[in-house]
């Protein structure tokens, strides 16, 4: 059973940045995507950004709401994937999510972490 950690969110005045971090466990694939999601107030969830690993070498696609201010990254000896949010606007709060697939991107993901929020004040 693969477990999922986000952790690193809270309250932040616009301008400013957070770095969440998804530290998982459970798994054994050397292959794997790993996305970052968000749901603000009365909006539909949307991804942010996601990861895909193979042997150890990881390619990243952040979708086009956030290019330029986020990045991800990860940490393969921690297990642990990373969310830098720079630039942060007042539309960017939300519980942001981390999920995980056994497989490349683009099939879904079956895990899904508890969720971190973060607050951007204007």
């Known amino acids: 059973q693969v477990q999922l950690v986000e952790s690193g969110g809270g309250s932040v005045q616009a301008g400013g940045s957070l770095r969440l971090s998804c530290t998982a466990s459970?798994?054994?694939?050397?292959?794997?995507?790993m996305g970052w999601f968000r749901q603000g107030p009365g909006k539909e969830r949307e991804g942010v950004a996601r990861i895909y690993t193979f042997s150890g070498i990881g390619s990243t696609y952040v979708f086009d709401s956030v290019k330029g201010r986020f990045t991800i990254s990860q940490d393969n000896a921690k297990k642990t994937v990373y969310l830098q949010m720079n630039s942060l606007n007042p539309e960017d709060t939300a519980v942001y999510y981390c999920?995980?697939?056994?497989?490349?991107?683009?099939?879904?993901?079956?895990?899904w972490g508890q969720g971190t929020k973060v607050t951007v004040s204007s």
């Open positions: 999920a995980y697939y056994g497989g490349p991107c683009g099939s879904g993901y079956p895990y």
């Open positions: 459970g798994y054994t694939n050397r292959r794997y995507c």
